[in-house]
């Protein structure tokens, strides 16, 4: 029997050789039955979530399901292809679509077989269970770092992340520190100081006078309730309306907005 390896790992704090230990673990499988690993049929996907369906390995390994070139698929379990049981029985559909069958090394279950049908469900349902566990865990530790006044993976534009506080090593065998904060870098902080700049530059054309005027105005229909249209408002008290100004009108030679 020819087979391709489907292998998967789904955290960036994982390391890539996961993979190599599934395959590993796929073909000890391949040699002890007699079956034939096609090479060039090995797929894999690194640092990318069970719970999705978009991953280019997985798309690959689905693409080359007509070939007709192997006979089964190989994962070291089943949570390799799909997190989701919906997902990952999606996935079996298209297999078996095809006639190519499942068989997964650490769950002993073999999509061919009947017996086998219980026990995919039942893994899928655990395996998806599993994941919303770890959704849980993953926010109450985040919620965790947040209340210690740490920053958890924010992006912000300016800014740059530094660990803070007591290097520890973890279990397996990486420094991580207490949490991490957040210091300004200096070569993105000059772009941020000069977006403010330009603001400032740009609005201290509009004439305070026109500004304070604006404000009272909409103060007194606000208080007084009167019907008078605001264009004829806005007469009455001297000013240009809001439309020409949007459109760059100009007031007393200076631009406003």
Known sequence: MRAAVYARYSSENQRKESI???????????????????EEHVYCDEA??????????????????SSREFEAVLVDDLSRLARDNYLMLSILAEFHF???????VADG????????TLGIQIRGIFNELQLRD???KTLRGQTGQKDRGFFVGERTFGFRSVPVGEMRMDKKGRPRPDGYGMEIEPSEAATVLRG??????????????SRTRWKRLDERR????SRLSRRAAEVADGLPSRESLSRGGR????RVI
């Open 20 to 38: 190599d230990g599934q395959v590993s673990a796929c073909r000890r499988l391949a040699k002890k039955e007699g079956s034939e690993i096609v």
């Open 48 to 65: 990318q979530s069970g719970a999705r369906k978009d991953r280019p390995g997985l798309d690959a390994l689905l693409a080359a399901l």
């Open 98 to 104: 095809e006639d190519i069958r499942v068989i997964s």
């Open 222 to 225: 606000r208080l007084s309730g």
């Open 109 to 116: 279950l073999d999509s061919n077989d009947e017996e086998s």
């Open 196 to 209: 403010f700049k330009a603001y400032a530059d740009e609005t201290a054309g509009i004439e305070p006078t």
């Open 134 to 136: 770890l959704k849980k």
């Open 251 to 254: 007031a007393g030679g200076k």
